[in-house]
Structure formats: C-alpha cells, structure tokens
C-alpha cells in the first residue's frame, strides 16, 4: 500500500479501541462491498500495546490475526519506547503482514497519556520523531501516526507535523480536537488546513463525519486528501458506502431501514461467534446501544439485550423488534 497513491478521497475506519476488532472490520468491509467504484475503504484496526507484542503477551499476539477479507489493512500501536515500537513493528511485519502500521499519538484517555503514551507525546516531539525514525528503520510497511489539533490549543498540530514529516512518516491522520477536548465539542475541520498547506504527505481528517454530509463538509473545510469515521460507523456499518457513493457524484442511498439494521446486526453476531466462539456475544453487546439508536420502543427490550449470551436469544429478540414499532422517525 502506498499512501500517497491510493484513490483520493481516501476513506477510512477509524481505530477505536474496543470496537475495530476483525469481526466489525470484516463487516465494515462486506457492508462496502460491492467493491467501491475507485477505491476501497481503508481499515484501521484497534490500537495495541507495543510493550505487549514485545513480551509476547499471547492475547495481544492473537489480536494480531485477521483475516485476508479485511485487506487493506492496518495496524495501529501504541507506546512511547522508540525501541520497543520498533521491536514491535517488526513483530507485526513479520507476522500478520498488514498493508500498513500506525502510531497512536492522540488518545487523550487518562490511562494512555499519564504513562506518557498516546496525545503525550504531542508535548514531546523530538522523542515522537525517534519513534517515527525508529520504526522506519526496522519496518518496511507504510507508516502513518494519528494525532489531534493539539493539547491545549489547536495550533500545535502545525509544528508537530512538520517534526513528523521530517522524521519520515508516510501519512498523517488528525482527530479535529485537542486532547483536553477529548471527545466533547465540535471538531474544527478548518483547523486541518493549516497543515494541510504545511506538509507534503497525505492528511486524512477525523472527527464527527457521521454522514455524506458531514463528510462533504470535513474534506471542503479542511482540504484533506481523506477521511477516517469513527464513532459515526459504530452501528452503521453502511456509512463508508453512502459516503462513497455521494463523493462520486451519485444519489444518497440513504439510511438503512430497520430490518437492513438487524440484518446487519445479526451478520455481525455470526462474524462475533466466528472469531470468539459463543463467548463473543457477550462482547457484542457494547455494540447494541449503537444498532438500536433511534428505534421507538426499545427500551421495553433492553432488559433482553443486556442478557444475550446465545445465538438463539439473539434471534427472539430481532423477532420481537420486528413485531413491534417499526418507524424510524
């Protein structure tokens, strides 16, 4: 994978941790599929600990896997040991053989950034650059870092960029929010254009693109070569289409209607089962507050979600969202 020739506009799943296992991914990739007309949409897989891979942490080591359907693909990591990030990039490469790999240096979790991990290392961009340097070094894969506007102000993205740039990286994805905003208020796509006319590298941009709309309107105000969705694929799988086919000049298909949802819902369970066995339901269902967003009524089945442990519990409670009130308004 190139960055630099893929087709442009770039689109993207964003790396959640949590989520973007190989079961969602998997689906992100069917719910694209027939493959897009100029293009495919790039997954990004949950962010893991390079530290872990280095150890050889064997439940780190297995979320490695993935399957050939989830192609292109890439894996991001996280920490701020220069070597150990090379160690593990290495690690990956050899390995699982992604299309690419990608740092994490804008998680603004408490747990990432007081071991000096994630958003952190935007305060320290000369140890961010030996990370970029490092992995290079030891990595032949495409690499690429996720950052956001800044700490504090949304400013500091332009000159950490440039470090980064500088330092050898292949592409830069930028969260529309410094970290004290975490995830609350607007993202500032304007914000993005600053480095966009700084770097010659691809930018991709993130934050609160939900919709074609949104979309449209991050990569106008922003000038990005691409885009990456997070939260707005979580239980919407179908958005990387939608947004395909507007940017390509054609009809918004629209939302899916409730049964396109509990489709997917249920393919989505049988990818879970796949991957982790039965026990994988369970993990499902932080997934379901997504999938119900919206539906009228649901609350009379929350009880029943929460409970889920088996395919066949599943399936009662998709009959009886089918048997009550079905309009989505």
Request: overall charge positive.
């Amino acid at each position: 994978m190139d960055w630099t020739k893929l087709f442009k506009p770039i689109i993207g799943l964003s790396p959640m941790a949590d989520f973007t296992d190989s079961p969602f991914c998997r689906l992100v990739r069917e719910c694209a599929c027939p493959p897009m007309a100029e293009g495919e949409a790039v997954i990004f897989r949950e962010m893991l600990a390079a530290e872990a891979i280095v150890r050889g942490n064997k439940r780190t080591l297995g979320s490695l896997a993935f399957s050939q359907a989830e192609r292109p693909l890439v894996q991001q990591l996280f920490g701020s040991d220069p070597e150990a990030l090379a160690k593990a990039a290495q690690i990956v490469m050899q390995t699982s053989q992604p299309d690419g790999i990608d740092v994490n240096m804008g998680c603004p979790v408490y747990k990432a950034v007081s071991n000096f991990n994630g958003a952190s290392l935007m305060r320290e961009p000369n140890k961010a650059a030996a990370i970029v340097r490092a992995m290079k070094s030891t990595n032949s894969l495409p690499l690429s870092v996720k950052t956001r506007l800044g700490w504090s102000k949304q400013d500091e993205i332009v000159d950490f960029a440039q470090v980064l740039e500088q330092a050898g990286v292949d592409a830069i994805e930028i969260h529309a929010r410094t970290k004290n905003q975490a995830y609350s208020g607007k993202a500032d796509w304007a914000a993005v254009k600053k480095v966009v006319d700084k770097v010659k590298i691809p930018v991709l941009i993130n934050g609160d693109i939900v919709d074609p709309l949104s979309a449209q309107e991050a990569l106008s105000q922003s000038g990005a070569k691409g885009l990456l969705i997070g939260r707005g694929a979580l239980g919407n799988p179908w958005i990387f289409k939608r947004i395909e086919t507007v940017l390509s000049g054609q009809p918004d298909p629209g939302e899916p209607s409730l049964d396109e949802r509990l489709k997917g819902l249920r393919r989505h369970a049988e990818l879970q089962v796949e991957y982790y066995g039965e026990k994988g339901l369970v993990k499902l269902r932080k997934h379901f507050p997504w999938y119900f967003k919206g539906i009228p009524g649901f609350r009379q089945f929350r009880a029943s979600a929460v409970r889920i442990s088996t395919m066949e519990d599943l399936d009662r409670l998709l009959s009886d969202i089918r048997t009550g009130p079905q309009d989505l308004e």
